[in-house]
């Protein structure tokens, strides 16, 4: 029965996904928890329901070498079928961090973007290679300032401290500050073809280049090994290393199962859930690196089934469910670059990522500021019963009968949302304000406002900052 | 509410987009000067004099009334080593004192906590516009980030008031901490009462206030005008946070009309609050320093300026010595940074001399290393 349990698909939604609305739930369990699963892990083979064409010729600005912009991103997100897909790109520019404050060009940040769609399920050597050779990490992290019997570090250091192992894991250092050499020594050479000019000038992307001639070939001792490595080593043994199966077991359950510590503790702090992280690990050796076949045995770990709720949403989540829940900006419409800065208000400005860490996560997206900020938005837009989403929601609750429950609305509304759960006190609390003033008849004028008021009063609790 | 009225407060004011210094701040009888801006220079006469070398843009007459009154010290060449032309690196250097590496957390976050270690008052630390400057983020410091004071609020889209009233009680039982609840949940709590406590408070502020000053009706000013009116109400804050529209100052093109306005609106609001503090008697309380990311490049591009480097700020107040402090940065063109103005001047002795002089706080810790004082503050 599990597999068509609808509160399993919602939260399968939310994390593999921006969410989704109830009657698409329904349609999802109908065809139950397995086939979902593969569906999302398989977008190739899904269209992506993503009108591009329309969307690029009504908001003129997405011209080709402006796709790079979070408001087009975002559309994706709000609108592409392949939800997974744009997680995972999330998921990415989250880990392997480049900032456009930096690199100050829309299209190559629109590459790289490209990029991850294309190998962010792949293997995970592959995608290493690619970041190592994507022209905006190569500027961001100042590769093409690395040159042979004159290092730049930045990039050698990151890549394995942030992008592929972590300084250590069980309290012992994986690297050495001679590996990190090494490491910069075998990417001497990969380097930039042209170089663009920031914006508002530069309309196209830099091109990656090998200039073998800038190529440091003497030889390098790295975790090890010792032969004449080239960037394509060094990521070989990279991959071979525990630390590389733990880093990237750890960023996928953080993001997708539950808060865990930031990743600058993890040498000293181990995993919340050991056992989960094992069985990951182990399948990145059994697949042969293979995220695909990692993230098929996460979303069927009972760990990842009984995680309801284990996470705060990051700001892009909430804005992007939120839009998604009410049905809104499904084509275009003028004013759609405000949601760009929704989320920079609420601490997560797509293209920039505070550092080249990544956000932290958790308890630390939220603030006085952006507490305030995230409830406030949320509560304009479900209060608003224009929004076909919610007005979806009002006909459904409306169809239950003449009067309902105020115990029965705040459930509706709960089930209505995604399947949330609030603490008992919190529930009666809204079931008391919901029912105080009589009988709520479905089908007189103010039944839609008791809807919104309802709504407007679970999202505010702190049970719906989580997913 | 404790707040001692002879607790120093510091009001900073971001102008975001990178101001074009040297019109600004004008080197007018400088030849080069007349030289790089065929269009775009300020003609002496016009120039609002401070002496025969140097005075401000004719637009910012009132913050000239201010300085002649010696209350305005002009901090010349300010900037940071390995300048950076992009607006938001830029800013984040500002912001988080670090000019080296990515740093996450803000110089006045760090302020905050050493103020208020106890977070004994969640409005130690008020930011007027939206989102929270960085400046102002450290991982558990509790601030205030206000849009505007007259609605600020949490769930300000229910606006019947006894609705609203009802609302809030709920919002505060449901965010009571509940026993056994972990440590997170306790944060989110405690997040959240702050929050509504802390709107709370605030909402008090403009009935409390009355002047006789009217400020502006643009954005900035009224801004301006709510940090008057949360410093007048006596809630103990003391560092209070707003800039003017974001990239408002990012003069590419037709830069003349835009800049006069922009500089209309800051310097009237500026003077406005200066005055308005002192009909209330309490001018000697709060320091004020206004700054930019970076400055622009000194040959004009013909109807505007592209990203240049070395700038110029203002700190403001009766406890200020005013005056030039610092040097103005070479015109002459073997003397420019890849164009623009070299800086001379580290950012970090300014809110050193900020931190130490005036907030009375270490600023070594904050800033991770000893700076130079600059002897603007009495």
Redesign the interface.
């Known amino acids: 029965m599990a597999d068509h349990d609808i509160s399993l698909i919602a939260h399968l939604m939310r994390r593999a996904g921006f969410g989704a609305q109830y009657h698409e739930l329904e349609a999802l369990t109908e065809q139950g928890y397995e086939a979902t699963v593969a569906a999302l892990l398989d977008p190739e083979s899904q269209p992506s329901g993503l009108d591009l064409d329309l969307a690029e010729r009504y908001f003129i600005e997405w011209s080709h070498f402006t796709r790079g912009v979070p408001e087009y991103w975002a559309w994706r997100m709000i609108n592409s079928k392949r939800q997974l897909e744009e997680k995972m790109v999330l998921f990415w520019h989250g880990v392997l961090c480049t900032?456009?404050?930096?690199t100050?060009s829309y299209p190559t940040s629109y590459d790289e973007l490209e990029m991850f769609r294309k190998f962010g399920m792949g293997s995970f050597r592959d995608l290493l290679l690619e970041i190592s050779r994507d022209p905006a990490m190569v500027f961001y992290l100042d590769n093409c300032l690395s040159h042979k019997g004159a290092i730049n570090e930045n990039y050698g250091r990151e890549l394995l401290e942030l992008f592929s192992m972590g300084v250590g894991m069980d309290g012992e250092f994986n690297y050495t500050e001679d590996d990190v050499k090494e490491c910069s020594r075998a990417f001497t050479g990969w380097t930039l073809a042209n170089n663009v000019p920031?914006q508002?000038y530069g309309r196209y992307s830099a091109k990656f280049l090998y200039n073998p001639a800038d190529h440091d070939e003497g030889t390098k001792t790295f975790l090890g090994e010792t032969g004449n490595f080239n960037g394509e080593d060094i990521i070989d043994i990279i991959c071979k290393q525990p630390a590389a199966a733990r880093f990237l077991s750890r960023h996928l359950y953080r993001y997708f199962i539950a808060?865990e510590a930031q990743v600058p503790a993890w040498m000293d702090t181990p995993p919340n859930d050991p056992d989960t992280i094992k069985m990951l690990e182990d399948e990145y050796y059994r697949s042969g690196y293979d995220i695909r076949s990692m993230l098929r045995v996460l979303f069927h770990s009972d760990a990842f089934k009984n995680s309801r709720f284990a996470l705060?949403k990051s700001p892009v989540e909430t804005v992007i469910g939120t839009l998604r829940l009410i049905g809104d900006w499904t084509t275009p419409k003028p004013g759609f670059e405000f949601i760009f800065?929704e989320m920079?208000?609420?601490?997560q400005e797509l293209f920039?990522p505070?550092?080249?860490?990544g956000w932290?996560t958790?308890?630390?997206w939220?603030?006085?500021?952006?507490?305030?900020?995230r409830?406030?938005f949320t509560?304009?837009f479900v209060?608003d019963v224009n929004y076909p989403g919610i007005r979806g929601m009002v006909d459904r609750l409306a169809s239950d009968g003449p009067t309902i429950e105020p115990a029965q609305l705040v459930d509706g509304c709960l089930q209505l949302l995604g399947c949330y759960e609030l603490?008992d006190?919190?529930r009666e609390?809204?079931a008391n304000?919901a029912g105080k003033d009589g009988v709520i008849h479905t089908d007189t004028g103010d039944f839609s406002e008791r809807v919104s008021?309802t709504l407007?009063?679970i999202v505010?609790?702190?049970e719906y900052?989580y997913a | 509410m404790t707040a001692n009225k002879k607790d120093p407060v510091l009001v900073v004011l971001q102008m975001s987009g990178a101001f074009d210094a040297l019109n600004t701040f004008i080197p007018y009888s400088d030849p080069h000067y007349i030289d790089y801006r065929p269009h775009l220079r300020v003609e002496p006469e016009h120039v609002l004099a401070v002496d025969d070398k140097v005075g401000f843009h004719p637009a910012m007459g009132p913050m000239k009334d201010l300085y002649d009154d010696g209350k305005v010290a002009v901090i010349q060449g300010i900037g940071y080593p390995n300048p950076i032309r992009s607006h938001f690196r830029s800013m984040d250097i500002w912001h988080t004192a670090e000019p080296a590496k990515m740093a996450t957390e803000g110089w006045l976050g760090k302020t905050v906590a050493d103020l208020d270690p106890h977070k004994e008052n969640v409005l130690t630390a008020v930011s007027f516009g939206r989102g929270l400057p960085r400046a102002l983020a450290v991982p558990g410091v509790s601030v205030a980030s206000v849009g505007s004071l007259e609605t600020y609020g949490v769930l300000t889209s229910i606006d019947a008031p006894d609705q609203r009233s009802e609302a809030l009680d709920i919002f505060a039982r449901m965010y009571s901490p509940m026993v056994g609840s972990g440590p997170i949940n306790d944060y989110l709590s405690q997040t959240g009462l702050d929050a509504l406590k802390g709107a709370d408070i605030l909402s008090t502020a403009p009935e409390q206030y009355s002047s006789s000053i009217e400020y502006n009706g643009d954005y900035f000013s009224q801004w301006v005008k709510n940090v008057a009116q949360v410093h007048l109400a006596g809630f103990g804050t003391r560092v209070l946070y707003t800039g003017y529209n974001p990239g408002a100052f990012d003069t590419h093109a037709n830069q003349p009309a835009a800049f006069h306005r922009l500089w209309s609106d800051v310097s009237n609001a500026v003077s406005d609050f200066y005055y308005d503090l002192k009909e209330h008697n309490t001018g000697e309380e709060v320091v004020i320093m206004l700054f930019t990311e970076f400055g622009r490049r000194v040959k004009e591009n013909g109807s505007g300026t592209d990203h240049g480097s070395g700038s110029v700020a203002f700190v403001v107040g009766d406890a200020v010595k005013g005056g030039l402090y610092g040097e103005y940065p070479s015109l002459e063109p073997d003397k420019l940074d890849e164009g623009d103005l070299q800086w001379n001047n580290d950012f970090r002795s300014t809110y050193a001399t900020i931190l130490d002089k005036w907030m009375q706080v270490d600023s070594h810790e904050i800033l991770g290393g000893n700076y130079e004082h600059i002897d603007f503050i009495k």
């Open positions: 900032a456009d404050s930096k100050q920031g508002p808060d705060v800065d920079k208000y609420m601490g920039n505070p550092s080249v860490e932290h958790g308890r630390e939220i603030d006085g500021g952006t507490l305030v900020h409830i406030n509560a304009d209060g603490a006190e919190t609390m809204l304000q008021k407007q009063m505010a609790t702190k900052l």
